[in-house]
């Protein structure tokens, strides 16, 4: 069976999530003559999962136009704000209206993980895509009396487009630095962790202070991921598997992204991020370097996004989709035109069907 790593709202839950919270502190006639009021069962998020692969033959995969080593958006994203306060900012507004244009052009998320990973199980003819939150900032999630996604937080409107698209998987990778979602305790922290992990979501390293390390030495590179990695320990994050560059920005000794150790801990990532402007080649493409991974900035088409920021690239994409990462339902086959043999890299899955 295919499985859903996140949660999937069907169409109405954020509304039937308020009904359920006005319902729970309102007294019913009943309750007005008994002087009682009704405790109400919290309400949660329906568990549906996606249909189970099928194999893939020549004619499915050139039916589907299947390429699965085709390009692949990592969008990247900061605070989410009512008003933005820095160019980078997104509206709650652009958010969803970005996550709906990717849910309605075929889009699935995937988190940067199951990316770097090939573990792209995603139905046939339809696009992966990575969305990657930096800094851990309050406006990515938060939890409401109900026990929720808060309705503006990313986390909440990544929700929210799911209970509308109920083929756009509610899942995204969070790269946190020393206060998770500005959460001061360690209680806290280890609670809004549980969380997200438990409802499919990725939660991993962003360095401890966000600094910029080509600035810093050898030693203090490590320290501060080492740092970040201890804490996602504590809060129960078993080991990160990918890494984001604050700023983008590579250490001078550029394999300390990678691995390295401090203080006797030692660690390891199966992919580091830049804050690039292009999307990345395939997990499957011989030039795939998952230890500079390419993603996209979310941002509009002003000054230098005139050509490398989401708008734009989403925009290509519609006038070039077979540049597109297009999937051929089957995570145990390796689609593509014939023509795009000679891209094939190392990691593959062991069948390859050309048409």
């Not at 360690?186 to 600035?215: C, I, K, S």
Request: hydrophobic content about 40%.
């Amino acid at each position: 069976m295919r499985k859903l790593a996140g949660v999937t709202a069907v169409a109405n839950v954020l509304v039937v999530a308020t009904a359920l919270v006005v319902l729970a502190v309102l007294p019913s006639a009943d309750d007005e003559q008994t002087g009682q009021g009704k405790v109400q069962a919290a309400p949660r998020l329906p568990q549906p999962t996606l249909p189970a692969p099928v194999p893939a033959t020549v004619e499915s995969a050139r039916k589907v136009k299947a390429n699965e080593l085709g390009k692949v958006p990592v969008l990247m994203y900061h605070r989410i704000l009512k008003k933005r306060l820095a160019s980078i900012d997104r509206t709650p507004a652009q958010l969803k209206s970005e996550l709906e244009k990717l849910a309605t052009r075929g889009f699935v998320p995937i988190t940067a993980a199951e990316f770097v990973a090939g573990a792209i199980d995603i139905p046939a003819g339809t696009h992966p895509v990575v969305l990657t939150f930096d800094d851990g900032n309050p406006t990515h999630f938060a939890l409401d009396a109900a026990g929720l996604p808060k309705k503006d937080t990313a986390v909440g409107i990544i929700f929210e487009v799911a209970a509308k698209y109920p083929a756009f998987r509610p899942v995204a990778t969070l790269w946190v630095n020393r206060e998770p979602f500005g959460l001061k305790d360690e209680a806290g922290q280890a609670a809004a962790v549980r969380w997200l992990l438990e409802h499919g979501f990725e939660v991993a390293n962003h360095t401890y202070g966000h600094p910029d390390l080509r600035r810093l030495t050898n030693k203090q590179v490590s320290e501060q991921i080492v740092r970040e990695e201890r804490l996602l320990k504590k809060l129960g994050v078993t080991s990160s598997t990918t890494f984001a560059l604050p700023f983008g920005s590579q250490p001078r000794k550029r394999s300390l992204a990678v691995k390295g150790s401090w203080d006797g801990t030692s660690y390891q990532f199966a992919g580091v991020f830049l804050a690039g402007a292009e999307p990345s080649v395939s997990p499957f493409d011989e030039r795939f370097d998952r230890r500079a991974i390419q993603r996209i900035q979310s941002n509009g088409t002003a000054g230098d996004c005139r050509k490398w920021c989401s708008t734009y690239w989403l925009e290509w994409f519609k006038k070039h989709p077979g540049e597109l990462y297009t999937a051929d339902g089957d995570p145990d086959s390796l689609s593509l035109p014939k023509q795009r043999h000679g891209d094939i890299g190392s990691k593959r899955p062991k069948r390859v069907i050309e048409y």
